[in-house]
């Protein structure tokens, strides 16, 4: 089998850290698999580098930033090569220019337009294993580039998408994806199986394992994706096709949103191009606009609401009384955004029914619901937050 493994800062975070690497890779490759290995920098370096960029300008050039980030990740490529060297096992250390990553010319968040895997594919045959520098590319002109903070995740699963490896292990320091936040709900359970249209919902609620933009790739190239911790054996998520999983669970999981805040338009006129008005206001100062509601008018007036981003808060009050489209205006820091997830929602009627009367029963009131097909989200006051997740993921029989 041919399998990318994609170790995280925290993963090559110290010295006996990359030995406990090279051991997990050298047993990979007793199994007789074919291993490429895409390493970031150890925890904390991309970080330091960037300060000791902005000890010498407040604006560095981002050609040189290229130059100085990617730096991190070779210092770990060659540290792992040798040290499966040393092993007896054979190994070869490449920096995203030498595996043939190329990019744009956007520096410091430049994407990857193609790879050329011809020395990969060279270095396989000889059985040696890759160990890749993940983060960076080339461009056209030969100049470094890197790809964006965490973009190592994508390094790996764009190159298993290239090799056509059959799976792609994303290791960092967490176990895989949970019914819900094991910090919230300790009966929480780990994920088997995930499609990547689930996993993006998570991701996209701050469930921090892996980064959105891998995702989408995975699901564009067909990579299957697991994600584990390299500080245990346990056998993490599985993400993938959604046809590859059997048996699909009506509800996934519950995600919790704290980072949202409200802003309540009342006595808005009722007439055409009014709402277009607004959310042009809004996109415009490139505000994320999330959950819209929208009240029966009367009257010839309306109430509409919407959420943004909490730290977004700010900026979209300013559109606001700028545009003056209310008889009144109010903010609400205080609301948080809980989700349910699942792709067997499409299949099953009456699951939002559920959430209602399960948080009706706890008196927490419901301010606002989008769904889509996947998701249901609720609106509600942040102080119950937490009492939320753990009355839905009961409600779900998620613990069973
Ligand atoms: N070292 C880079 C960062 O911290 C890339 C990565 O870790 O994925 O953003
Ligand atoms: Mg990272």
Redesign the pocket.
């Known amino acids: 089998m041919r399998v990318v493994q994609k170790f995280?800062?925290t993963s090559v975070g110290d010295l006996d850290r990359i030995q406990n690497v090279a051991n997990r890779v050298a047993k990979t490759v007793k199994n007789g698999d074919e291993v490429v290995v895409v390493v970031?920098?150890m925890s904390g370096?991309?970080?330091k580098l960037i300060s000791y960029a902005e000890h010498f300008s407040k604006n560095p050039s981002k050609r040189e930033m290229d130059m100085l980030?990617s730096s991190?990740?070779r210092v770990t490529s060659a540290l792992l090569a040798i040290a499966l060297q040393e092993m007896g096992v054979e190994a070869v250390a490449l920096s995203g220019r030498a595996a043939g990553i190329r990019t744009n010319s956007i520096h410091t968040s430049a994407r990857i337009e193609n790879i050329n895997t011809e020395l990969m594919e060279k270095e396989l045959q000889a059985r040696k294993v890759i160990v890749v520098a993940?983060?960076q590319g080339v461009d056209e002109n030969g100049d470094v580039t890197?790809l964006?903070?965490?973009?190592?995740?994508l390094s790996a699963v764009a190159i298993a998408g290239a090799l056509r490896a059959e799976l792609c292990e994303i290791y960092t320091d967490v176990d895989g994806v949970y019914t819900t936040d094991p910090r919230i709900e300790p009966k929480a359970k780990k994920i088997e199986k995930i499609s990547y249209d689930e996993m993006l919902e998570f991701a996209s609620m701050g469930a921090k394992v892996l980064q959105n933009r891998s995702v989408e790739l995975a699901k564009k190239l067909n990579v299957n994706l697991v994600t584990r911790s390299s500080f245990n054996e346990n056998e993490g998520t599985l993400i993938t096709k959604e046809e590859k999983i059997m048996e699909k669970p009506v509800v996934s999981g519950i995600a919790l949103d704290k980072n949202q805040a409200r802003v309540s338009l009342r006595g808005v006129k009722d007439k055409p191009g009014i709402a277009a008005e607004i959310f042009l206001a809004l996109a415009e100062k490139n505000i994320n606009v999330d959950m819209i509601i929208q009240n029966v008018g009367e009257d010839d007036t309306t109430n509409l609401g919407f959420t943004v981003p909490q730290n977004e808060l700010s900026s979209a009050k300013e559109v606001m009384e700028e545009l003056n489209p209310a008889d009144k205006l109010e903010y609400d820091n205080d609301i948080a955004k809980v989700s349910i997830v699942g792709v067997g929602m499409k299949s099953h009627s009456g699951v939002a029914s559920i959430a209602f009367s399960a948080l009706a029963k706890e008196g927490i009131n419901i301010e606002m619901i989008s769904t889509s097909e996947i998701k249901i989200s609720m609106v509600i006051e942040e102080k119950y937050s937490e009492l939320s997740v753990r009355t839905l993921h009961d409600a779900y029989n998620l613990d069973k």
Not at 148 to 153: L, Q, V
């Open positions: 995280g800062g970031s920098a370096e991309t970080n980030l991190g990740e993940g983060f890197t964006g903070r965490g973009g190592s995740d």
